[in-house]
């Protein structure tokens, strides 16, 4: 097994290679040197028995088989009728693990390869590239409701067909939307170890924060067909990563009906921005040219994960790119330059990660020039503010703006929304894995100090303000942050701006737990480590299923849990028998 060295200074060189490795475990034997190099990640040279892993300046040398269990398909009946079926998946792939999807083989319970159609369709574009999924179609039997084939990875044998579009296969489900008629799931440490949704530990066993997602998806299975509110924070992309990390058909089949039903809401047509607002998404109440409704990474994890790739094109992705860069009906993006100007986290984290997907599905540059603009607006902006209040490690910015008011310096409160922030932590934490930027461990690890020293509300302040702002659920030890946190206010501009808007505002430590996870990955002080430890420990009272329970908000279950299961394996990284 993998064993995690420590680098000092190049300590927060994130540990890829370790999940890669992982993912031969049964078989494998792995000697570990430092090297020069850039930043970037990558993973090389796989060739049929060796595999080197070099991420920034650190190198992995394995001889490695991949273990045969986790090369499973498990077909699902899924409304399909008679005994003949037609199957469309995605396979996902590690970096350099495969060159030539012509390789790809299904294997019946005999061994006997099945006629397919096969076609790449994600590369890499870090790692030494390769393909990243393959779409792949057959025909095949299925008497009962399921059956399980395998895949492999061998010569070409010839035993090709011609694949079909991918909507030949779909049928209407009981809410009108088309979805396939066959569901086919991977094992769920494949899907972790191909790193198609980033480094994942698998739900095997399942731990405090799976049993707490599969409470919350009791209540929200349901498709939100009405509420457009119950999209924000993204729901495709929610459930396709809990997909991954456990290889359930019911998030599988939740998943794919919400990515075609929110796909069947993008405006599709006219230019980005007001007052056409092409590329935006719209349902219900929501306004088509609102951007943080606008979500690039479903289409990457649909394709690589279901081979749909019936509902997007590059146009598509160039609109919905554009919605976010136009600002929609509010300002585009650019630096943060003055105290009075608008910004929020929530909107600037978002952004990040659609250009980051935006770049992962096409590789083009110019998606690519977007994500390091926008990580040089964020260092700026934390590292110089333009309040010339110095750094403390936020993305200091006005709560009179943050909160549609006129500013006033006199009365103003500068800081920054905790939870809102985490946003920008996923999205730095998406470009780290696709640029290696050096700045974001600077910026995540700054973040993780500032939330210790000014981001959590001390049960003494609650004590002596007379009044608990906490959920009854998460018990006496429950952890809360500040609805809007400063280094520069008073403790009474705080307690009145939480006691105005903060009343259990703890329903958001579930997603707090990624900022404090990858500040502890990064952070390099033995004492700062520590108490990021502790505050983990401390977070997993949110983990209550009586907390889950609750489901008088519905995109409380996309904002607790889109982005967080990476939560599971950077504690691993720290703590391997960590739950």
């Given at each position: 097994?993998f064993?995690t060295?420590?680098?000092?200074?190049t300590?927060w060189?994130?540990?890829l290679?370790a999940?890669?490795a992982?993912?031969f475990?049964?078989c494998?034997h792995?000697t570990?040197?430092?090297?020069?190099?850039s930043?970037?990640?990558?993973?090389?040279s796989?060739t049929a028995?060796?595999?080197?892993?070099?991420?920034g300046?650190?190198?992995?040398?394995?001889?490695?088989?991949?273990?045969?269990?986790?090369?499973?398909?498990?077909?699902?009946?899924h409304?399909?009728?008679?005994?003949?079926?037609?199957?469309?998946?995605g396979?996902?792939?590690?970096p350099h693990?495969?060159?030539d999807a012509?390789r790809?083989?299904?294997?019946?319970?005999?061994g006997?390869?099945i006629p397919?159609h096969?076609?790449?369709t994600l590369?890499?574009?870090v790692g030494?590239g390769?393909?990243?999924?393959?779409?792949?179609?057959?025909?095949?039997?299925?008497?009962g409701n399921?059956?399980?084939?395998?895949?492999?990875?061998?010569d070409?044998?010839?035993?090709?067909?011609?694949?079909?579009?991918y909507?030949d296969?779909?049928?209407?489900?009981a809410d009108?939307?088309l979805?396939?008629?066959v569901?086919?799931?991977?094992s769920p440490?494949?899907?972790?170890?191909?790193?198609?949704?980033?480094?994942?530990?698998?739900?095997?066993p399942?731990s405090?924060?799976d049993?707490?997602f599969?409470?919350?998806?009791?209540?929200?299975?349901a498709l939100p067909?009405?509420?457009?509110?119950?999209?924000l924070?993204d729901?495709p992309?929610?459930l396709?990563q809990?997909?991954?990390r456990?290889?359930r058909?019911?998030?599988?089949?939740?998943?794919?009906?919400?990515?075609?039903?929110?796909?069947?809401?993008?405006?599709?047509h006219?230019?980005?921005?007001?007052?056409?607002?092409?590329?935006g998404w719209s349902?219900?109440?929501?306004?088509v040219?609102?951007?943080k409704?606008?979500?690039?990474?479903?289409i990457?994890?649909a394709?690589?994960?279901?081979?749909d790739?019936?509902?997007h094109?590059?146009?598509?992705?160039?609109?919905?790119?554009?919605?976010?860069?136009?600002g929609g009906?509010?300002?585009?993006?650019?630096p943060?330059l003055?105290?009075?100007?608008?910004?929020?986290e929530r909107?600037?984290?978002?952004?990040l990660?659609?250009?980051?997907?935006a770049y992962e599905?096409?590789?083009?540059?110019?998606?690519?020039?977007?994500?390091?603009?926008r990580?040089?607006w964020?260092y700026?902006h934390?590292q110089?503010?333009?309040?010339?209040?110095?750094?403390d490690?936020s993305?200091r910015?006005?709560w009179?703006?943050?909160?549609?008011?006129?500013?006033?310096?006199?009365?103003?409160?500068r800081?920054?929304?905790?939870?809102?922030?985490e946003?920008?932590?996923?999205?730095?934490w998406h470009?780290?894995?696709?640029?290696?930027?050096k700045?974001?461990p600077?910026?995540?690890t700054?973040?993780?100090r500032y939330?210790e020293?000014?981001?959590?509300?001390?049960?003494?302040?609650?004590k002596e303000?007379?009044?608990d702002?906490?959920?009854?659920?998460?018990g006496p030890?429950?952890?809360?942050s500040?609805?809007?946190?400063?280094?520069?206010?008073t403790t009474q501009?705080?307690?009145?701006v939480?006691?105005?808007e903060?009343?259990?505002?703890d329903s958001?430590?579930?997603e707090m737990?990624?900022?404090?996870?990858?500040?502890r990955?990064?952070?390099t002080?033995?004492?700062?480590?520590?108490a990021?430890?502790?505050?983990?420990?401390?977070?997993?009272?949110?983990?209550?299923?009586?907390?889950?329970?609750g489901?008088?908000?519905?995109?409380?279950?996309?904002?607790?849990?889109r982005?967080?299961?990476?939560v599971?394996?950077?504690?691993?990284q720290s703590?391997?028998?960590?739950?």
């Amino acid at each position: 097994m993998f064993r995690t060295l420590s680098y000092g200074s190049t300590r927060w060189v994130p540990a890829l290679l370790a999940l890669v490795a992982w993912m031969f475990a049964s078989c494998l034997h792995a000697t570990q040197v430092t090297t020069p190099g850039s930043s970037a990640p990558a993973i090389a040279s796989s060739t049929a028995d060796r595999s080197v892993v070099q991420l920034g300046q650190v190198a992995v040398s394995a001889i490695a088989e991949a273990d045969s269990r986790w090369q499973t398909i498990t077909l699902h009946r899924h409304g399909a009728e008679g005994n003949t079926v037609a199957v469309t998946l995605g396979i996902p792939f590690p970096p350099h693990m495969l060159r030539d999807a012509r390789r790809v083989l299904i294997l019946d319970e005999q061994g006997q390869t099945i006629p397919t159609h096969v076609e790449a369709t994600l590369h890499w574009y870090v790692g030494g590239g390769g393909i990243r999924a393959v779409k792949v179609q057959f025909r095949t039997t299925l008497d009962g409701n399921t059956r399980t084939l395998r895949f492999a990875v061998g010569d070409p044998d010839g035993k090709t067909i011609d694949g079909w579009a991918y909507t030949d296969g779909l049928i209407k489900d009981a809410d009108g939307v088309l979805v396939p008629a066959v569901l086919a799931t991977l094992s769920p440490e494949w899907m972790s170890a191909s790193l198609i949704a980033g480094p994942q530990r698998p739900a095997v066993p399942k731990s405090a924060y799976d049993r707490y997602f599969a409470t919350q998806f009791r209540w929200a299975e349901a498709l939100p067909r009405e509420n457009g509110a119950a999209w924000l924070f993204d729901r495709p992309t929610t459930l396709f990563q809990q997909y991954v990390r456990t290889g359930r058909v019911d998030y599988l089949a939740a998943a794919t009906q919400s990515y075609r039903f929110y796909m069947d809401h993008i405006r599709r047509h006219g230019a980005p921005g007001w007052p056409l607002c092409g590329g935006g998404w719209s349902l219900g109440e929501v306004n088509v040219c609102d951007p943080k409704y606008v979500y690039i990474e479903p289409i990457l994890l649909a394709l690589g994960l279901t081979g749909d790739d019936s509902e997007h094109d590059a146009d598509l992705i160039q609109r919905m790119m554009g919605a976010w860069d136009t600002g929609g009906w509010s300002i585009p993006v650019g630096p943060y330059l003055k105290p009075d100007q608008l910004f929020t986290e929530r909107q600037t984290g978002l952004g990040l990660i659609a250009a980051v997907s935006a770049y992962e599905i096409t590789g083009e540059k110019r998606y690519l020039d977007g994500i390091k603009d926008r990580l040089g607006w964020l260092y700026q902006h934390q590292q110089h503010n333009p309040d010339g209040l110095g750094v403390d490690g936020s993305w200091r910015n006005s709560w009179q703006v943050h909160e549609g008011n006129d500013h006033n310096p006199a009365t103003d409160i500068r800081g920054s929304s905790p939870w809102m922030t985490e946003n920008i932590i996923d999205g730095l934490w998406h470009a780290w894995l696709a640029t290696g930027d050096k700045r974001i461990p600077v910026m995540i690890t700054a973040f993780g100090r500032y939330m210790e020293r000014y981001g959590w509300i001390d049960p003494k302040v609650m004590k002596e303000a007379g009044v608990d702002w906490r959920n009854p659920c998460s018990g006496p030890n429950g952890q809360i942050s500040w609805y809007w946190s400063s280094a520069h206010a008073t403790t009474q501009q705080l307690v009145a701006v939480q006691s105005s808007e903060g009343w259990y505002s703890d329903s958001h430590n579930v997603e707090m737990t990624l900022p404090v996870a990858a500040a502890r990955y990064f952070e390099t002080d033995p004492v700062q480590q520590k108490a990021l430890d502790r505050r983990l420990k401390l977070l997993s009272s949110s983990y209550d299923l009586d907390c889950a329970d609750g489901r008088a908000t519905p995109r409380r279950f996309n904002w607790n849990n889109r982005g967080v299961g990476v939560v599971q394996w950077f504690m691993q990284q720290s703590e391997p028998d960590a739950d």
